[in-house]
């Protein structure tokens, strides 16, 4: 499968249908000589471009339309402009990002534009009680937009265990709970205001269970809890929460009936992939879905400098996701 993209590294890429074209919205990797860590210093991004094509045809141009936001653009923000998100609502389009503050912990922030291709004005502070990495915006039917969050290790979302949105540093670096009856930490979840730029609710965190037991995954259960990369879409009236699950590499989904969850654990979307981190989306484009990821190998498996990539993805007769067409 060849990248979508090759003028530039590219990665964590959001997909999005705007005006009847896809929009694309990833991080931006560019060369460093920060050595590999586990809490992700190397993926020091500085910018975000936005990308566009009308149809997935392996012939059809992707254009680029350039730097839309920087990190010297942002006043509150030290460095590494990580995975962004975009959306619309009532002629705006809104690009939300994490990065970190001048403290180095991270926050998210917002930046408005009037056309899906940028450019973006940011706001000049951080959403308030923002915290961690990886914001992913869905706009229910109804209206209701809803941001989900959090990523653990260099993401920072295990600091977070006090509740309230303490910050709590003896948990930096790359650690989580573990131990025999101890539940994995969840994502989180929060209401966004009709103006699309503050949270209209508490922060909360999402439960995600066992089918065979109907409780929280365990914390050592690494194959199936959550570790990152937060996605929601929406098919047959079901909500479908996928993450990847970072040090085991497999991109996974869990079902619901709200966009609060809980979730129920239902099975993995990709295998893993050349390179360290997976980061996807899911959308419907042209009456098909696809998912959109990343991985290595047109850099020759260099880890911070990684490539978007697409596949079609299916549904059978009960609503799993699969890989090939059902019969």
């Given at each position: 499968m060849?990248?979508?993209?090759t003028?530039?590294?590219?990665?964590?890429?959001?997909?999005?249908?705007?005006?009847?074209?896809?929009?694309i919205?990833?991080s931006?990797?560019?060369?460093?000589?920060?050595?590999?860590n586990?809490?992700g210093d190397?993926?020091?991004?500085?910018?975000?471009?936005?990308?566009?094509?009308?149809?997935?045809?392996p012939?059809?141009?992707?254009?680029?339309?350039g730097?839309?936001?920087?990190?010297?653009?942002?006043?509150?923000?030290?460095?590494?402009?990580?995975?962004?998100?975009?959306?619309y609502?009532?002629?705006?389009?809104?690009?939300?990002?994490?990065?970190?503050?001048?403290?180095?912990?991270?926050?998210?922030g917002v930046?408005?534009?009037?056309?899906?291709?940028?450019?973006?004005?940011?706001?000049?502070?951080?959403?308030?009680?923002?915290?961690?990495?990886?914001?992913?915006?869905?706009?229910?039917?109804?209206?209701?937009?809803?941001?989900?969050?959090?990523g653990?290790?260099?993401?920072?979302?295990?600091?977070?265990q006090?509740?309230?949105?303490?910050?709590?540093?003896?948990?930096?670096?790359?650690?989580?709970?573990s131990?025999?009856g101890?539940r994995?930490?969840g994502?989180?979840?929060?209401?966004?205001?009709?103006?699309?730029?503050?949270?209209?609710?508490?922060?909360?965190?999402?439960?995600?269970?066992a089918?065979e037991?109907?409780?929280p995954?365990?914390?050592?259960?690494?194959?199936?809890?959550?570790?990152?990369?937060?996605?929601?879409?929406?098919?047959?009236?079901?909500y479908?929460?996928?993450?990847?699950?970072?040090?085991?590499?497999?991109?996974?989904?869990?079902?619901?009936?709200?966009?609060?969850?809980?979730?129920?654990?239902?099975?993995?979307i990709?295998?893993?992939?050349?390179?360290?981190?997976?980061?996807h989306?899911?959308?419907?484009?042209?009456g098909?879905?696809?998912?959109?990821?990343?991985?290595?190998?047109?850099?020759?498996?260099?880890?911070?400098l990684?490539?978007?990539?697409?596949?079609?993805?299916?549904?059978?007769?009960?609503?799993?996701?699969?890989?090939?067409?059902?019969?």
């Open positions: 060849a990248p979508l993209i003028n530039i590294f590219t990665a964590d890429p959001s997909a999005h249908v705007f005006e009847g074209k896809l929009f919205y990833p931006h990797d560019r060369e460093t000589d920060i050595k590999f586990d809490d190397q993926y020091d991004m500085v910018d975000y471009h936005v990308f566009s094509t009308e149809s997935l045809d012939a059809a141009p992707v254009t680029d339309h730097v839309v936001l920087r990190a010297e653009d942002v006043p509150w923000v030290s460095k590494q402009l990580w995975a962004p998100d975009a959306a609502k009532d002629g705006r389009y809104y690009l939300y990002f994490p990065a970190r503050d001048k403290q180095g912990v991270f926050r998210i930046a408005v534009g009037d056309r899906p291709e940028g450019p973006f004005t940011p706001d000049p502070e951080p959403i308030r009680d923002s915290y961690s990495i990886d914001p992913a915006v869905f706009v229910d039917d109804d209206g209701r937009a809803y941001m989900y969050f959090g653990l290790w260099g993401g920072q979302l295990q600091c977070y006090k509740g309230n949105g303490i910050f709590d540093p003896e948990w930096l670096g790359p650690r989580e709970p131990g025999e101890v994995a930490l994502p989180r979840v929060a209401r966004l205001a009709d103006d699309m730029r503050q949270f209209a609710s508490e922060v909360k965190e999402i439960s995600i269970l089918p037991t109907g409780e995954i365990a914390a050592d259960d690494h194959d199936r809890r959550f570790f990152e990369a937060a996605w929601m879409h929406k098919y047959d009236g079901k479908y929460f996928s993450y990847s699950t970072g040090d085991t590499h497999y991109l996974v989904y869990a079902v619901g009936d709200s966009p609060y969850g809980p979730f129920t654990y239902a099975g993995r990709l295998e893993p992939v050349l390179g360290w981190t997976t980061h989306s899911i959308v419907e484009f042209h098909r879905w696809w998912l959109f990821h990343h991985d290595c190998e047109l850099s020759g498996g260099v880890d911070h990684r490539s978007v990539k697409v596949k079609e993805i299916f549904y059978d007769k009960d609503g799993k996701i699969v890989t090939e067409k059902p019969e």
